[in-house]
């Protein structure tokens, strides 16, 4: 098998990127947490987070930048970095925030996650001029252990939206 390839996203990734993270958000948090989401607000959610259309429109986001992994023309793994959005008294849209780290089920535990999330601190070490930031469930124990062991502490908490259903979040500050 040959050796995963991590390359900045193109418009082209739009439909692969659209069906990695549909599938990577039911496996982790529909299947692996069990949240109760109500079908149609997960319906909502997947379709204006993960249709080609919503991602194809992201990636032309000023100040974003997207990265894949990708082995014989499979994407693997995915990161998505921008300005902070974060609702926290001390973030700023000219801080830098990690979007979105998404390894698929079947590629979780090689690395993949780890490399990425490198290649986007160092951009958002660059692209940014304050604290970095993460948004992450508040039950997502795995990826915390991972960003704590990158220097990311708790500052705060928000709700996010899937449809009308609210989400626990942690905010996360490095910086
Ligand atoms: C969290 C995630 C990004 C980690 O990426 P990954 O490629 O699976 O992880 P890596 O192989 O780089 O390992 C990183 C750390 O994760 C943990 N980890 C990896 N595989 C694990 C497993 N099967 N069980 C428990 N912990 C595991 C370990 O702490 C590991 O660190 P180590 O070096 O001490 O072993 C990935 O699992 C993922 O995308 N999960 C689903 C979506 C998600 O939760 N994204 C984050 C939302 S903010």
């Known amino acids: 098998m ?3 390839v991590i390359r900045p996203a193109t418009d082209a990734d739009a439909q692969g990127l659209a069906d ?3 599938q990577t958000f039911i496996d982790t948090f529909v299947t692996g947490f069990g949240i109760p989401y109500p079908s149609d607000d997960l319906t909502v959610y997947l379709d204006a987070s993960f249709s080609a259309e ?3 429109t992201k990636l032309k986001e000023p100040g974003a930048a997207w990265w894949v992994a990708e082995r ?3 994407l693997l793994a ?3 970095t921008g300005p902070n959005t974060l609702p926290h008294p001390d973030g700023r849209p000219s ?3 990690l979007r979105r780290l998404y390894v698929s089920k079947a590629a979780q535990g090689l690395g993949l996650g780890t490399k990425l999330l490198k290649i986007a601190l160092d ?3 660059a692209n940014g001029d304050g604290p970095l930031w993460i948004g ?3 039950g997502n124990e795995k990826a915390q252990k991972l960003y704590a062991a990158y220097g990311f502490e708790k500052a705060g908490g928000y709700q996010y939206p899937v449809g009308r259903w609210m989400d626990d979040e942690f905010i996360l500050r490095r910086g």
């Open 72 to 74: 014989d023309g499979e």
């Open 2 to 4: 040959t050796e995963p």
């Open 78 to 80: 995915f990161a998505n």
């Open 95 to 97: 801080h830098a925030e």
């Open 54 to 56: 919503a991602i194809r």
């Open 20 to 22: 990695l993270g549909r």
């Open 123 to 125: 951009w958002m070490e």
């Open 136 to 138: 992450v469930w508040s």
